[in-house]
Each structure stands twice: as structure tokens, then as C-alpha cells.
């Protein structure tokens, strides 16, 4: 009854008003209640666009090959090394995903990419993903930075500078501005889209390269044929994960493309490896203008070599890049052209970021001194290269040590929807993406392999148990977390995808109705005369 009276009154009022001072009230009333906010500030309306570009990368002949722990040079141009970019965007705050054609990247090069790129197109640090293919043909960005060994004595600064693979700060520059070009000039170029996620399938053509051995231990790469394998100790994962993107005419300006291969074919000379057989094969069947965004998967333990195999062909060079980069392209392909009529908005976009502090393994105080007397002896001793090599990096974990005991771990969740990426900067083994990919709760998840630091090999812990072994298990300035590392990890990356609400998957739209009338000319019966 109270509100009543007042309603009335104010009725009253506004009667006594002329009507022309009536008239300009009304005005700015309306005025004001469609541009007030209903709580706050208005929120940006919500759309979804995405931009595609890519940078080449290439290094030249003559700068350092990474993919060893010695010195190493490039001698021949095979194929393009590219920084390749997408982006998405739904009005309230992109996200870029960046696949890069090297070995790996580093912490630092990763922090000046983001910081140029915030400063072009506004996208926070931790809303961009930069991860390397690990391609062993790219370019110098790594293993040791420039001056990172500069204040340790000069035994270890020879080994670090001298006797193993350098960045080149000339190269750095290169890979870091091709990076915040790629992402700048794909944000430029944002435009609507449909967009779609999921897998195709790319079998026999990838393998894990561990194995159990008659011994009972774990072998890496035992060789061809082998007697003593008693079989895989470890999974695969042949699953192609897809993101591609539609504009409004129809055609495919972008994909993101996740595998879970070692880039080891070797190519002769220069070159992305297998994902530039990939790319050609996507836009064989999309169109050139599709750009492609490779990011491993984990494939720590996962190579294109088959130590099973019982047939001779190669399984390095050429035509090994293009037998797998074929296979996955094709099953990219495959999967995207199926996926197309179900495309529409992938909403919404999320990203988080946790950083872990894992401890590194320290190594004895005796295997250290009996590294440092292999390093220094003079040449006239005959000592086994790969003795003689993994001495060295134990005498450089050892300085490294003293100013780094615990290891800075970035691990990144971006949403696009119903898909997730589930990224660490680990040789990470393939088992922990598998695990992921089942733990859900997103219906596409792409573990990411190698973002945004390199942090070496990170096992499982029965790799690293008293019946494991192989390669990846040995204690390297490269490779040196604890034994639980990848648990952490991995429960982690899980937790982080727990925390998002998933989308959906987007599903075609309805057939239409039955009209009642088959098609005419197939509506005949036989005619035999």
C-alpha cells in the first residue's frame, strides 16, 4: 500500500510539470538506464574470432645444430624452421597458442616473446602458450644460454661453452621477434570463425623406443631385432589431436595439430622434420592458406624408429619425415573434414598457470670427483666418447647446482571449449599424457610437451625404479628432477583441467525432415528389356 501512495505521488508530480520539461526527463532518463550498467561495468559482448600466422625461423648454415650434447654444425638448408601462431579471442580476452620449429626453448626467451607481445596486442604472459616441436634440425636455441656458465670457473665454462651446444644471441633475437610477429600479425588478422576439436588416428608409424629386457632391466633403443627385447615399457599414443578453424566463407584459415613423436627423422640439412610433411599435407586437402600450428605431444619416450621391425627400410632421413609427417597430416586431415559440419563457437576461453618448485637430483660427491678427473685428463688418455661425454655433464650439473637446487617448473592450462591444453616444459614420458587424456573432464585434451622452459627428461617413476633404466633416466645438466617429478606433474595438470568447466562438443545440425519422396531416379524397379 506504501509503494502504492508513492508511485502516486510521483504520477502527481510529473502532471504539474509542463509537458515539454516532461519530454527532455524522459529523454535522459532513458539515456541513462541504457547506459548505466545492470551490475558494474558492462561486460564486453561475446564473439569468437581467431587469427592464424607463422614467421620462418630458419637458422643459417654454419650456426650450431642442437639435438646433442657436443658441438655440432649446420651444413645444409633442407626446409623451413617457422614460428606458427594462432589465436582466439571471445571479446573478453585472447589466448595464443605458438608452435615453434626447434629443440626447445628457454625460460628467458619465452619471458622477452611475452613481454612483446603483451605490449603489441595486450594478451597477458600467461594467456600464451610457446612450445617447441624438438625438431634435432633447427636452430642454436640451446642447449646452454649465452653467459649462463659465466661465473663458474673456467674448467666448467670451457665444457659449457666449448664442448657443448650454445645459443646464439643473434638466432635468439630471431626466434624470439619471429614469435611476437607471428602472434601480433594473427591477432591483426582475427575474424569470425567456426571452430571444431578432436582426433584422428595415426597408427604404425610411431613406437616407444624402451624396452624390457631379458636382463630384467629397461633398454632404450636396443637396436633392430634384438633377441633380448621381451617387449614395450611403455604405451603410445597414436591419436591426432585437431583444432581447426572456419571463417565465414568457409574456408580453413588455421589449425592446431598435437602428436606424440620424437622430431628425429633427420632430414639432411635444416629443417622442421616431420611437420613439414604435416603442413603440406593439410593444405593439400584444406587449401594454402591453412596454416599450421604443430605442438608436441608427450613423447618423451616416442620415437618413429620400430626396433621391431623385421623389414628393411630406412627409419631416418627423408623418407622417414615424409612416411610419418604424411601419416599424421593425413589423419589431421582426415579428422578436420569430418569435424567441419559440426563447427561453431568454442566457448568459452579460459587459461591458468601454476609454477612447481621441484628439486633437482644431486649427484655423489665421489662421481663428481671421478668426473672432474675424466674432463681434465690430458689427450693422450683414451677414454669412451660417451663416458668421456656424460662426465662432462656431470661436472656442469654440479656448478649448475649451486645456483639452481630447485627447478622452476611453468605449467599452463588453455581452454578453447570443449578442448583443453595441458601443457609442461618436460620431455615428458607418454604414459602421463595418456593418463591425462583419460582423466578427462574435457571431452579433447592435448598434453603439450616442451612449453615455455625445457626442463629435459621427466620419467616415470618405474623408469626411474631398480628395474628401469635407458637413456632417459641418466643424470645430465639437462635431465636431473627427482624421481617423483612427473607425478607432480602430472596430478597437477590434472588438478588445473578439474578447475575448468568444459564445453560441450558442438554437434551438426539436424538432418531435415522426410519429405515423404525418394529421390526419383533411384525410386525404379530392374528393367530387363
Known amino acids: 500500500m506504501g509503494t502504492s501512495t508513492r508511485f502516486g505521488d510521483q504520477r502527481h508530480f510529473l502532471a504539474r510539470l509542463p509537458l515539454a520539461v516532461v519530454q527532455v526527463a524522459v529523454i535522459l532518463m532513458a539515456v541513462i538506464l541504457v547506459a548505466a550498467p545492470v551490475h558494474g561495468d558492462t561486460p564486453a559482448p561475446v ?24 658441438k655440432a654444425r649446420h651444413t645444409a638448408f633442407h626446409d623451413a624452421c617457422k614460428a606458427r601462431a594462432a589465436v582466439f579471442d571471445d571479446g573478453r580476452g ?6 615453434l620449429d626447434a629443440l626447445l626453448i628457454r625460460q628467458p626467451t619465452v619471458a622477452e616473446a611475452r613481454k612483446r607481445i603483451s605490449a603489441r596486442t595486450g594478451i597477458p604472459g600467461e594467456r600464451i602458450m610457446i612450445a617447441a616441436s624438438h625438431s634435432h634440425a633447427a636452430g642454436p636455441t640451446g642447449m646452454i644460454l649465452p653467459g649462463e656458465y659465466d661465473a663458474d670457473s673456467a674448467l666448467v665454462k670451457s665444457l659449457a661453452y666449448d ?12 626466434v624470439t621477434e619471429g614469435i611476437a610477429a607471428a602472434v601480433t600479425e594473427a591477432h591483426a588478422q582475427r575474424t569470425a570463425v567456426r571452430a571444431a576439436a578432436g582426433f584422428g588416428v595415426a597408427e604404425g608409424v610411431c613406437f616407444n623406443r624402451r624396452f624390457r629386457m631379458r636382463s630384467g632391466f629397461t633398454m632404450t633403443h636396443p637396436g633392430v631385432g634384438n633377441p633380448e627385447i621381451l617387449g614395450p615399457a611403455g604405451g603410445l599414443d597414436p591419436q591426432v589431436g585437431v583444432l581447426g578453424a572456419w571463417n565465414t566463407t568457409g574456408d580453413c584459415i588455421g589449425a592446431i595439430v598435437n602428436f606424440a613423436c620424437h622430431a628425429t627423422t633427420g632430414p639432411p640439412g635444416i629443417s622442421a622434420d616431420y611437420v613439414q610433411h604435416i603442413e603440406r599435407t593439410l593444405r593439400g ?44 597430416g593425413a589423419a589431421a586431415a582426415t579428422a578436420l573434414l569430418r569435424l567441419e559440419p559440426s563447427a561453431a563457437a568454442l566457448l568459452p576461453l579460459e587459461a591458468s598457470d601454476r609454477t612447481l618448485e621441484i628439486p633437482r637430483r644431486v649427484p655423489k660427491a665421489e662421481r663428481v670427483e671421478k668426473a672432474l678427473q675424466i674432463v681434465s685428463a690430458g689427450p693422450e688418455q683414451k677414454i669412451d666418447p660417451t663416458e668421456w661425454t656424460f662426465a662432462k655433464e656431470i661436472v656442469l650439473l654440479d656448478a649448475r647446482l649451486k645456483r639452481e637446487p630447485v627447478a622452476a617448473v611453468e605449467l599452463q592450462a588453455i581452454q578453447i571449449g570443449p578442448a583443453v591444453f595441458l601443457s609442461c616444459p618436460a620431455e615428458y ?8 587424456k583419460a582423466a578427462g573432464p574435457f571431452p579433447v585434451t592435448f598434453p603439450v610437451s616442451l612449453a615455455n622452459d ?33 607425478r607432480t606433474i602430472c596430478d597437477a595438470l590434472k588438478a588445473m583441467a578439474a578447475e575448468l568447466k568444459p ?4 554437434v551438426p545440425d539436424a538432418a531435415p525432415l522426410f519429405q515423404g519422396q525418394p529421390w526419383a531416379y533411384g525410386n525404379l524397379l530392374p528393367e530387363l528389356d
Open 47 to 70: 564473439t569468437f574470432q581467431a587469427g592464424f600466422a607463422e614467421r620462418d625461423v630458419s637458422p643459417a648454415i654454419g650456426d650450431e645444430a642442437p639435438g646433442g650434447y657436443g
Open 94 to 99: 585472447p589466448v595464443a597458442v605458438v608452435g
Open 163 to 174: 664442448k657443448t651446444v650454445v645459443a646464439s644471441p643473434d638466432y635468439l633475437e630471431k
Open 285 to 328: 586437402a584444406l587449401g594454402d592458406g591453412c596454416v599450421v600450428v604443430f605442438v608436441a605431444g608427450m613423447a618423451g619416450d616416442i620415437t618413429q624408429v620400430d626396433n621391431r621391425n623385421p623389414y628393411a627400410y630406412p627409419q631416418f632421413g627423408n623418407a622417414a619425415a615424409r612416411r610419418l609427417g604424411s601419416a599424421v
Open 429 to 436: 614420458f607418454v604414459d602421463y599424457g595418456l593418463e591425462m
Open 454 to 486: 625445457c626442463i629435459g627428461y621427466v620419467p616415470t617413476e618405474d623408469a626411474m625404479g631398480p628395474r628401469g633404466g635407458g637413456y632417459e633416466t641418466r643424470l645430465t645438466s639437462y635431465s636431473n628432477l627427482i624421481p617423483t617429478a612427473g
Open 503 to 506: 564445453a560441450a562438443l558442438p
